[in-house]
């Protein structure tokens, strides 16, 4: 059975040969036909993690392929894995073959094909939950949501659109080919009078001070994600004097708040209300595919697929 592992915190990943996984009582196995490849996996992978498997251990928190063996869903049951410990505190989901406790599984509509049902969790949930239940956005509002290409910049603007928002984003003119429809481009401009209600903010770094000087005072920000940079440097009586509330969004602690909204997301996606970008990478490419990640610019969520016997069950 294939794998990529990882022996040392930093190290490119090692496709390796493993023996059959037995699952144990409490836990299913799953045949993998995709595993996305996320910013918390990279994190993990650094040894910056609060929480990590023992080295070595194979990556992944998320997945989505059919069950083998389970308590909770027949054989042949399309599944979507996610949590409970996956790749942060035991082996993950860069496997052929997934151990994985009963409560990470989910099922998948046949509408979702298999690469999607990898990669839609953390951005559309994400998304949801930092509009809705720590942003409180209201219809006729405008938000402002910074790296509107990205996964969850792309999902939050459109989530945004449905509840009745105006959004904005800041784009350059290579990018505004690529927003989601419906939403305007803008420009920081010095002097310009502030005009959103709600930030979200996935870019954090430099860009982070800026985006908030167009937020109207009592207005929030929601901090998303830190691609643009882990550190940022605020004027505090500025901050003080706009009054715009700073809101992080943990997701490891609003889990459950996601997975209420699944279901919802899913029905999104299978009839494309929601559209979310996925590049596909072959297992043996994992190494790789952490690089693109990381890589500026990049678009949409990376998914590693299952060699190609494995493909032939059911990737689309």
């Known amino acids: 059975m294939k794998a990529a592992r990882i022996h040392a915190w930093g190290e490119a990943p090692r496709i390796e040969d493993l023996p059959e996984p037995q699952a144990p009582p409490g836990f299913s196995l799953v045949r993998m036909a995709a595993a996305t490849v996320g910013h918390i996996d990279r994190t993990v992978w650094s040894g910056k993690f609060l929480v990590h498997p023992p080295l070595p251990y194979v990556p992944g928190v998320e997945a989505a392929g059919t069950v083998v063996a389970s308590a909770r869903f027949a054989a042949g049951q399309r599944v979507w894995l996610r949590g409970a410990g996956l790749g942060t505190r035991r082996d993950g989901t860069w496997r052929e073959l ?44 405008t938000v402002l949501v910074t790296g509107a290409t990205g996964a969850v910049g792309s999902i939050a603007s459109q989530l945004a659109l449905e509840a009745g928002a ?16 419906g939403v305007e481009a803008i420009a920081l401009e010095d002097g310009a009078q502030p005009s959103a209600h709600l930030l979200i903010d996935t870019v954090g770094g430099a860009v982070l001070p800026a985006a908030l000087r167009t937020v109207v005072p009592g207005g929030r920000a929601v901090l998303v994600g830190y691609t643009g940079g882990t550190s940022v440097t605020l004027d505090l009586p500025e901050l003080m004097q706009r009054d715009v509330a700073l809101l992080p969004l943990n997701m490891l602690r609003r889990e459950a708040a996601g997975r209420a909204v699944v279901d919802e997301l899913l029905s999104r996606l299978a009839d494309g209300r929601l ?28 998914v590693l697929v299952a060699p190609s016997p494995t493909r032939g069950r059911g990737l689309g």
Do not use: K
Not at 285 to 296: G, H, M, T, Y
């Open 166 to 181: 105006r959004v904005q984003t800041l784009a350059d003119e290579a990018q505004r080919g690529r927003l989601p429809a």
């Open 98 to 141: 997934v151990v994985a406790p009963d409560e990470a599984l989910g099922a998948l509509p046949d509408a979702v094909r298999m690469a999607l049902g990898s990669a839609f969790f953390s951005p559309c949930t994400s998304a949801w939950v930092a509009l809705h239940e720590v942003g409180r956005v209201r219809g006729g509002e």
């Open 275 to 302: 559209r979310l970008e996925v590049t596909e990478f072959a297992l043996d490419d994992a190494a790789r595919a952490l690089e693109w990640i990381a890589q500026r610019g990049h678009r949409g969520r990376a």
